[in-house]
Structure formats: C-alpha cells, structure tokens
C-alpha cells in the first residue's frame, strides 16, 4: 500500500528524496489575510531551510493532491513514527 499526505496527517508527514524534502505548509498573503483565510503551500527544501519551490492552493485537499501526485516517488516520512536506534534513546 501506497503511503500518501492527507487532510488528516499533512502536519506531520512528507515525502524526501537526498536532501530534498516536499511538505504542505499554510500561511497567507495580503488578499488572504484581508478576506481571514489561510493558504496551503506544497513547498520543497533543500537542506531543511532553502526554499527551492513553493505552490499555493486555497484548500488543504488540492494540496495534498497535488503533493502525492508530484512527489509520490519519494520517501514517505510520518514524524510521529517511533524511532529507532541509538540517538533516540531516552537514557541518554
């Protein structure tokens, strides 16, 4: 089964490939704020701070969609999955 972002895990999913990560983030520009809503942006980042691409959508689903369309191929990562290995041992 195919792992995808959706309206319910967006907040902590994305999809990686190298040091490439694609992600749904929100915000707003000056129309959206005047009219009180929110923007959803399917950015890419390289090295976790340089933005290499942004895409803005007004509903969170069409992001989502277009995130696993265009970057389906990538790695899958759900943030609230347990870790494993040494550096996530609490006993240190």
């Excluded at 959706?6 to 694609?22: D, I, L, Q, V």
């Excluded at 701070?49 to 803005?56: L, M, N």
């Excluded at 943030?79 to 996530?88: D, F, H, M, N, W």
Aim: contains cysteine.
């Amino acid at each position: 089964m195919t792992q995808s972002v959706n309206t319910k895990n967006w907040t902590f999913s994305r999809f990686t490939k190298g040091n490439s990560m694609a992600l749904i983030t929100f915000g707003a520009d000056p129309e959206s704020v005047s009219e009180d809503r929110l923007e959803y942006y399917v950015t890419v980042l390289e090295d976790e701070i340089h933005e290499t691409f942004q895409k803005s959508f007004s509903g969170l689903a069409e992001a989502c969609i277009y995130l696993n369309k265009h970057y389906a191929d990538w790695t899958f990562e759900d943030q609230t999955a347990p870790k494993s290995g040494c550096s996530t041992c609490a006993a240190h």
